[in-house]
């Protein structure tokens, strides 16, 4: 399989704990987003590395969030004292840069229940 | 600002044609994509458009006219499997980088 993987798929944590999401991209893709998605919406971006850069983040990722890309190959997303209201699907697209013909490929996510 | 207007649920029975329609406004308009999720899934890419006009792939058509801010997506031959949501998402370059700013999904039940 070489699409884009995430693991875990599921995490049940209690409110006030950290966790860490990872995620695989496509291999020869460079460029690699964070989104989040809450029921009934459709995704919003979070956070973006091209190769090991974090070029982008955005107001939705406070600063109990953090994302890292070493090497410019998998990724990790830590979310620190977690909060009812991180529940939600973590999703991570990766793509290469084509310019116009950028086309992103979505990992099957990671849903996260805050209890 | 930025924003992207789709209806939220659409109903079609088996067979038949259906037209997912797409409003949009943004700064830094870059391209068009149509992504399918099934519930609990991730998005898969269905289309993209870049110039106004129609891209035609099997039994999905998408169409974007970049002055009305305006694009559809048309499923034909509908079949079972396609009740799914259906996202419109603009791709944003205006941060020096391609973000993509997704609507908020057209729920489709296709019916016998």
């Known amino acids: 399989d070489t699409g884009v993987s995430q693991d875990p798929r599921h995490k049940i944590t209690k409110r006030g704990q950290n966790v860490t999401f990872r995620c695989d991209p496509i291999s020869e893709h460079n460029r690699l987003y964070w989104y989040r998605q809450t029921l009934g919406q459709g995704p919003e971006f979070l956070t973006y590395?091209?190769?090991?850069?974090?070029?982008?983040k955005s107001r939705l990722l406070s600063d109990r969030f953090s994302a890292e890309r070493p090497k410019g190959s998998f990724s990790t997303l830590e979310i620190q004292r977690t909060e009812q209201g991180d529940s939600a699907m973590y999703l991570c697209a990766s793509s290469f840069s084509w310019g116009a013909k950028e086309t992103q490929y979505f990992g099957p996510g990671t849903r996260l229940l805050v209890l | 600002g930025q924003n992207i207007d789709q209806p939220t649920e659409m109903t079609a029975t088996e067979g038949a044609i259906v037209q997912i329609n797409c409003t949009y406004q943004t700064s830094g308009f870059n391209g068009l994509f149509w992504y399918q999720q099934h519930a609990g899934e991730a998005p898969t890419f269905l289309s993209y458009n870049v110039l106004d006009g129609l891209e035609e792939k099997g039994r999905f058509s998408s169409f974007l006219s970049r002055s009305k801010g305006y694009s559809y997506l048309l499923l034909k031959e509908l079949q079972m499997k396609d009740s799914a949501s259906y996202l419109c998402a603009v791709r944003d370059n205006s941060g020096g980088y391609n973000k993509l700013i997704f609507g908020a999904g057209t729920r489709l039940a296709v019916h016998p």
């Open positions: 590395f091209q190769n090991e850069a974090q070029l982008e």
